[in-house]
């Protein structure tokens, strides 16, 4: 349980940075609400492998290039599942605003995170 809540966490300061980056990004650029989204989501999740790897999950015992190819690999795996999530909905329904797609396909992508997370990345050998 008090891994949960430190990926809960965890999650909390990833959201943060997405919201913060996206919702900047979105107000001082032209990207876009497509490839703002693509800028924070991969700003939020070295914020969150940061977080994880030092207070939620400790270290593997892996080397580090192995640990973030493995953390790569699974916020890769979750990053597609929200940002499919989020084009969909503003595909969808263009009336909903970014920030409202966002925290929909954030939370879907949570449970998937912390599965893999902590049975495939921060796992002990």
Do not use: H
């Amino acid at each position: 349980m008090r891994k949960l809540i430190r990926f809960s966490i965890a999650g909390g300061i990833g959201f943060l940075v997405d919201a913060g980056i996206l919702s900047a990004l979105l107000a001082l650029t032209p990207l876009g609400p497509f490839l703002a989204r693509l800028v924070a989501i991969a700003f939020a999740m070295a914020a969150t492998w940061a977080f994880n790897r030092s207070f939620t999950f400790d270290r593997s015992g892996r080397s580090l290039a192995a640990e973030g190819f493995r953390y790569g690999s699974v916020g890769v795996t979750a990053a597609l599942v929200n940002y499919g999530l989020y084009s969909a909905l503003l595909l969808s329904l263009p009336a909903l605003q970014p920030l409202a797609a966002m925290v929909i396909a954030s939370v879907a992508s949570m449970i998937f995170s912390f599965f893999g997370y902590s049975r495939f990345v921060f796992r002990a050998e």
